[in-house]
């Protein structure tokens, strides 16, 4: 484990059936930083235009490192069929026990991590991936050094995108930072 340095301590997503492809990790926990999510991370407004808040780092983080780990309920199948229906299954994770996990009451920092490879042309690259860890929780790993104050990136799969062009915009022109986030933990 990293420790946090003080001095780098100056701060305390479209539609269903989607896709996450997720690269399981080896040692996952020599590559973690040894602080609180709060620590190190804060919400801000995303860089990329229209997509509400995103994540950002108050410290630099090196390349494999675990930044930030999906929290939430795990439902039942009927639980997750009824949130459904009521619009509430904005940032389900199903997990690979067939399991859904429920991020979107969370005090998840995860969660708000934004794709920039989506619809948006933006001049920003993803620098960070979801991955399972050794536990078999699901995070967001980095895939190169990451400086201080930098918003943080990661891919949601073409899926992801493809489904929201089919069904998301209606979606997201009615509530703007309502976005059904659906998504799948695979191995590869």
């Not at 003080?6 to 996450?20: M, T």
């Not at 299954?89 to 998840?108: E, K, P, Q, T």
């Not at 069904?167 to 930072?177: A, E, T, V």
């Amino acid at each position: 484990m990293r420790p946090l340095l003080l001095a780098q301590s100056s701060v305390l997503n479209a539609s269903r059936n989607i896709l996450f492809i997720l690269f399981p990790l080896k040692h996952a926990d020599t590559n973690s930083i040894d602080a609180t999510e709060s620590d190190y991370l804060y919400k801000g407004i995303s860089q990329i235009s229209d997509s509400g808040e995103g994540l950002f780092t108050a410290i630099d983080i090196f390349r494999d490192e675990i930044i930030a780990r999906f929290t939430g309920e795990i439902l039942t199948d009927w639980q997750a069929a009824k949130r459904q229906s009521e619009g509430k299954d904005r940032y389900f994770i199903n997990m690979l026990d067939g399991s859904i996990l429920d991020s979107m009451h969370a005090d998840c920092f995860a969660r708000f991590a934004n794709d920039a490879n989506g619809l948006t042309l933006s001049n920003f690259k993803n620098n960070s991936r979801i991955v399972l860890d050794e536990n078999g929780n699901v995070c967001i790993q980095a895939t190169r050094k990451i400086k201080a104050n930098e918003e943080l990136f990661c891919s949601y799969g073409r899926k992801y995108w493809n489904q929201f062009e089919k069904h998301g915009k209606n979606d997201r022109q009615k509530d703007q930072d309502s976005y059904v986030v659906r998504s799948k933990v695979v191995k590869v």
